[in-house]
């Protein structure tokens, strides 16, 4: 059972444009969102992460925007850059023993 | 601050042998994970430890699998005998057992290819 979902799983973006990557649970414990980027032979770095007592977060082009209601979160990259290229995947973390669960990755492409 | 250190970078094993990963996590970090990644999917957790202490090896096949921890800080994975199937990315991260902050900290990973 895939605890979080992510779509799509590739985005083709021309540069200077917006990249929006979505994602959604189901696990009521989950108390942490983070984001994390992967270049091809690199393990994951994070990006950016939220808490579910706040709405957007914002650093430098990247924003989450978090609706707890409908348990889903995003990723805007605004001004995309060819360097933005990569994979991105959302993950939540449950508060019941530091576990962290990943999406399934979505393949950037911006495109010069 | 040093990274995640892991070793070998690159492995490559015929089905049914054997083979061992390492890692090293940041100093101080308590809380160290190993995952898999298949190819095109996220990372999926093998097995959680806390200091030296396993919270989570629900997903570990332990019939072929197996970590340890010893002292807290290093741990090794190991499968035994290998399948076509655990051909994947091996990743280890690390974090502080921390509650408001969480993030983990990812290794460059060990790619095996089992043939």
């Known amino acids: 059972q895939q605890q979080v979902k992510q779509s799509p799983q590739s985005l083709i973006v021309q540069k200077g444009g917006i990249s929006i990557i979505n994602c959604a649970y189901e696990n009521t414990a989950f108390d942490y969102f983070p984001w994390y980027q992967q270049f091809p032979g690199k393990g994951p770095a994070l990006l950016i992460a939220?808490?579910?007592?706040?709405s957007e977060k914002k650093e430098g082009r990247f924003t989450i925007s978090f609706n707890k209601s409908a348990k889903q979160f995003s990723l805007h990259i605004m001004d995309s850059q060819p360097g933005d290229s990569a994979t991105y995947f959302c993950a939540a973390r449950a508060n019941t023993g530091n576990q962290f669960y990943f999406g399934t990755g979505t393949s950037l492409t911006v495109i010069p | 601050e040093a990274g995640v250190a892991q070793s070998p970078r690159y492995k490559i094993i015929e089905k049914r042998q054997s083979v061992a990963f390492w890692c090293n996590p940041i100093s101080g970090h308590a809380t160290l994970y190993w995952y898999q990644q298949i190819l095109g999917q996220g990372p999926k957790l093998l097995i959680q430890f806390q200091n030296n202490g396993v919270v989570d090896d629900s997903q570990l096949p332990k019939d072929r699998f197996s970590a340890e921890r010893l002292k807290g800080v290093d741990s090794t994975l190991k499968i035994q005998p290998a399948k076509l199937e655990d051909s994947a990315v091996y990743l280890c991260?690390?974090?502080?057992?921390?509650?408001?902050?969480?993030?983990?900290?990812f290794g460059p990973g060990t790619r095996l290819t089992v043939t």
């Open positions: 939220i808490r579910p007592d706040v």
């Open positions: 991260a690390s974090s502080l057992k921390v509650i408001l902050t969480g993030e983990q900290y």
